[in-house]
């Protein structure tokens, strides 16, 4: 299995607090991501980065920011949480955006209420 | 506008059965289109790759196809199994710089 690791894996919070989910890799891949899944979207981007420093946004980006300080660390913040904001996050990874397979984490639960 | 459209949304098969999950796809230029399985709680694991000159990979019991002219792909799975429920999403990439193509995905029930 490919070394990702996101936490926390389960969090319920309120609407208007700060929230920071952290994806962590051993991998060393350039490629990071952010998706969010909720029914009948499916994965939908958020935001990626393709080094440090280097980040861009997804579809769906409004709310939320990243960072990438470092390679083998993506955060993703939102400054303040609303309900629309609940949803189940993962992060994936890649060595080649284009042709590479993304290796994705377990998933974080985030409740907003 | 670039899209990945899944179907059936669901089904339900019996154990042992066979089944067929399609996915059309509009993105252009086509790089490749691949295979997730996502069991229920886990994040989606790559099942098979296909490239544009590929049309048919096989993968233990799966087998997915590719059509790039029609643009369309399926994944066929055989002798079905309990541990086959899961959804399976679809993934196109194009030879740019844009990010993956989505699609939601058709949730598959094995019942026994």
């Known amino acids: 299995d490919a070394g990702i690791t996101q936490s926390p894996r389960h969090k319920v919070t309120e609407t208007g607090t700060p929230v920071t989910l952290r994806c962590h890799q051993t991998?060393?891949?350039?490629?990071m991501y952010w998706y969010r899944q909720d029914p009948g979207h499916g994965l939908r981007l958020i935001h990626y980065s393709y080094g440090v420093k280097d980040t861009d946004k997804g579809e769906v980006s409004d709310g939320y920011s990243v960072s990438r300080s470092k390679t083998e660390d993506f955060l993703l913040t939102l400054e303040s949480a609303t309900s629309s904001q609940t949803s189940v996050y993962f992060c994936?990874?890649?060595?080649?955006?284009?042709?590479?397979?993304?290796?994705f984490g377990e998933g974080s639960r985030l409740t907003v209420l | 506008k670039n899209q990945v459209e899944q179907s059936p949304q669901s089904l339900i098969i019996l154990e042992g059965k066979n089944c067929t999950l399609q996915c059309n796809y509009t993105v252009s230029p086509f790089s490749n289109l691949r295979w997730y399985k996502q069991d229920t709680g886990r994040g989606p694991v790559s099942l098979t790759i296909?490239?544009?000159?590929?049309n048919t990979k096989s993968n233990g019991r799966y087998t997915a196809t590719l059509d790039a002219d029609t643009k369309q792909s399926s994944l066929h799975i055989t002798a079905s199994q309990l541990s086959d429920s899961a959804s399976y999403i679809c993934v196109v990439s194009d030879s740019g710089n844009t990010p993956l193509v989505f699609g939601k995905g058709t949730r598959l029930s094995v019942i026994a």
């Open positions: 296909m490239t544009f000159s590929e």
């Open positions: 994936a990874i890649t060595p080649d955006r284009n042709t590479g397979e993304l290796f």
């Open positions: 991998e060393n891949h350039r490629y």
